[in-house]
């Protein structure tokens, strides 16, 4: 039997068809919370059964936006599946929210407004339901516009603008407003710095050298050490901090043994299947990919027990105020919604995470195997630095920035080689060279490792053969957008940061003009 070829017709009707089904899915979900909610504490207040169907929103988008960032570069590098990451960041989204979510909960995220100055807990309820819903209606939003933002600031922006709605300017906490800020500079450049330091360092001593093999099994168990030790004390510090507190000393040492046990078996492994590595980046990449899988689990846990309370925090406020009919600081989190939370943060990936996977995996810029290792690594030792060092950071803008940092410094590195080699070619077209001694030389060029490279060209420039001026201005100018447009692709690039820009005032207005919309509804 014969089927008929696929058409654009049919294609864009599966597509039509899976975009309902998802939210059938969606809205089936949002429902049910809904059902079981008033079923079980309608009789609490009405107004809670909205909040929780608030919350389920809001979980089901941070799974969607922000649970790309831990599994999208080992996607675009190919180390694991579409559907094998969004299973493993599923799984243990849920289990960092269930296990290491902590049982109670700070009631204003990050102290950003003093609760103390809202007029009584019913406005303080409202304040907190507009807070929610406008933190989820824009992370839906920059889902949609294919922009990863933080989870965090939208939910921050959501108490600043409904808390300013309701008790005025004073209520908020302008110096902690000055370090969320400033977190929009320092987070992303210390993750794209540590990510291009850590590639260049990978260059230098694999993918320069004359035969790659050696010097993988030299530098790749050393490189997987170094992972195991980071995400083990990133682990101890951040994804268990709710359920047991170890010391940035216990950590380190706790890091550094498991990472010793880590070298020796990968030393083990790659000399025993030594013949079996080729010779080239495909080969080294190879070494690579069971520890992106483990770095995507790993992440995914720390994010699910952290930021799960970006959707569970405010529910957990309402339902603290609404029961004891006060203010808290702190407050208890039922186990209905941590199981709330943590059922929309695996939801909402599954439905809806490939989009914002694919932008992080490959939109961009692209990403191999040993790239993503940078990122990875990036991602763990900015937020174990400046959580000691008391800076303030997005762990968003830290997996995003360490994208950029990856694909900016291909694009100076591929930019600066190619300038080399046009200066070449122009020194021996002065010289009126052969075709064929040209070819040589650049053969050799290419083949050699890079402190053989470093003295083919001073001899060239102590001969006076090659000099600035070998490439004018203009060329390289020509050449540096050519990479830019190949290699970092600027309309991705200007995107994410204008969102990443707008994400607390935007969600600060909508906050506002949902408080006074709920308040307008509840008022007689």
Same mark, same amino acid.
């Given at each position: 039997?014969? @089927?008929?070829?696929?058409?654009?017709?049919?294609?864009?009707?599966? #597509?039509?068809? $899976?975009?309902?089904?998802?939210?059938?899915?969606?809205?089936?979900?949002?429902?049910?919370?809904?059902?079981?909610?008033?079923?079980? $504490?309608?009789?609490?207040?009405?107004?809670?059964?909205?909040?929780?169907?608030?919350?389920?929103?809001?979980?089901?988008?941070?799974?969607?936006?922000?649970?790309?960032?831990? *599994?999208?570069?080992?996607?675009?590098?190919?180390?694991?599946?579409?559907? &094998?990451?969004?299973?493993? =960041? =599923?799984?243990?989204?849920?289990?960092?929210?269930?296990?290491?979510?902590?049982?109670?909960?700070?009631?204003? &995220?990050?102290?950003?407004?003093?609760?103390?100055?809202?007029?009584?807990?019913?406005?303080?309820v409202w304040l907190m339901m507009a807070a929610l819903l406008a933190g989820a209606l824009w992370l839906n939003l920059a889902t949609a516009m294919g922009a990863p933002v933080s989870t965090t600031h939208s939910i921050v922006g959501g108490v600043l603008g409904a808390g300013i709605a309701a008790s005025g300017w004073d209520v908020?906490?302008?110096?902690?407003?000055?370090?969320?800020?400033?977190?929009?500079?320092?987070?992303? $450049?210390?993750?794209?710095?540590?990510?291009?330091?850590?590639? @260049?360092?990978?260059?230098?001593?694999?993918?320069?050298?004359?035969?790659?093999?050696?010097?993988?099994?030299?530098?790749?168990?050393?490189l997987i050490a170094a992972m195991a030790w980071a995400f083990t004390t990133y682990l101890l510090l951040k994804g268990l901090s709710q359920v047991v507190k170890i010391g940035l000393g216990l950590a380190l040492v706790l890091g550094a043994a498991l990472g010793a046990a880590v070298w020796y078996g990968m030393s083990r492994r790659i000399g025993s299947n030594l013949a079996q590595i080729s010779n080239d980046r495909e080969g080294v990449n190879q070494l690579f990919t069971v520890p992106l899988m483990f770095a995507a689990a790993l992440l995914s846990f720390a994010h699910g027990s952290n930021d799960v309370a970006n959707a569970i925090g405010p529910l957990a406020a309402i339902h603290d105020t609404l029961v004891t009919a006060a203010v808290s600081d702190r407050a208890a989190i039922p186990g209905w919604i941590m199981a709330l939370g943590a059922i929309g943060l695996a939801l909402g990936l599954a439905l809806y995470g490939p989009k914002l996977i694919r932008t992080v995996g490959s939109e961009i810029t692209e990403i191999d195997p040993m790239r993503a290792y940078c990122i990875a690594m990036a991602s763990a030792l900015t937020v174990i630095v400046a959580? #000691?060092?008391?800076?303030?950071?997005?762990?968003?803008? *830290?997996?995003?920035?360490?994208?950029?940092?990856?694909?900016?410094?291909? !694009?100076?590195?591929?930019?600066?080689?190619?300038?080399?080699?046009?200066?070449?070619?122009?020194?021996?077209?002065? #010289? !009126?060279?052969?075709?064929?001694? *040209?070819? !040589?030389? $650049?053969?050799?060029?290419?083949?050699?490792?890079?402190? !053989?490279?470093?003295?083919?060209?001073?001899?060239?420039?102590?001969?006076?053969?090659?000099?600035?001026?070998?490439?004018? &201005? #203009?060329?390289?100018?020509?050449?540096?957008?050519?990479?830019?447009?190949?290699?970092? &692709?600027?309309?991705?690039?200007?995107?994410?940061?204008?969102?990443?820009?707008?994400? *607390?005032?935007?969600?600060?207005?909508?906050?506002?003009?949902?408080?006074?919309?709920i308040r307008g509804a509840m008022l007689p």
């Open positions: 039997m014969t @089927y008929p070829p696929t058409t654009p017709a049919s294609a864009g009707s599966t #597509q039509h068809g $899976l975009s309902l089904l998802r939210l059938a899915i969606a809205l089936g979900f949002v429902a049910g919370v809904a059902v079981l909610t008033w079923a079980s $504490l309608g009789h609490i207040s009405l107004t809670l059964v909205v909040a929780a169907v608030f919350g389920a929103y809001m979980a089901m988008n941070i799974g969607a936006n922000d649970v790309a960032n831990n *599994v999208g570069p080992a996607v675009g590098a190919k180390a694991m599946t579409m559907t &094998k990451a969004i299973a493993i =960041a =599923a799984v243990f989204e849920a289990l960092g929210a269930v296990i290491a979510g902590g049982d109670v909960v700070g009631t204003v &995220k990050s102290g950003i407004i003093d609760p103390t100055q809202v007029a009584d807990a019913q406005t303080f908020a906490d302008w110096n902690k407003m000055g370090q969320i800020a400033a977190s929009w500079v320092i987070s992303p $450049l210390m993750g794209g710095l540590i990510a291009a330091g850590t590639l @260049y360092g990978i260059k230098r001593s694999i993918t320069y050298q004359i035969d790659l093999t050696r010097a993988a099994q030299r530098v790749v168990p050393v959580s #000691q060092l008391g800076l303030p950071i997005s762990t968003t803008h *830290v997996a995003i920035g360490a994208v950029f940092g990856v694909g900016f410094l291909r !694009e100076y590195l591929k930019a600066n080689y190619d300038r080399i080699l046009q200066a070449i070619h122009e020194h021996h077209l002065d #010289q !009126e060279a052969e075709h064929h001694v *040209v070819e !040589e030389f $650049l053969q050799a060029f290419r083949a050699a490792p890079v402190p !053989e490279k470093d003295r083919m060209l001073k001899t060239l420039k102590r001969e006076g053969k090659l000099g600035p001026t070998a490439i004018s &201005k #203009q060329e390289r100018k020509s050449l540096r957008k050519v990479y830019r447009k190949s290699l970092v &692709k600027r309309s991705v690039f200007m995107r994410v940061i204008a969102a990443w820009i707008i994400t *607390v005032p935007a969600s600060a207005l909508m906050a506002a003009v949902i408080f006074y919309a």
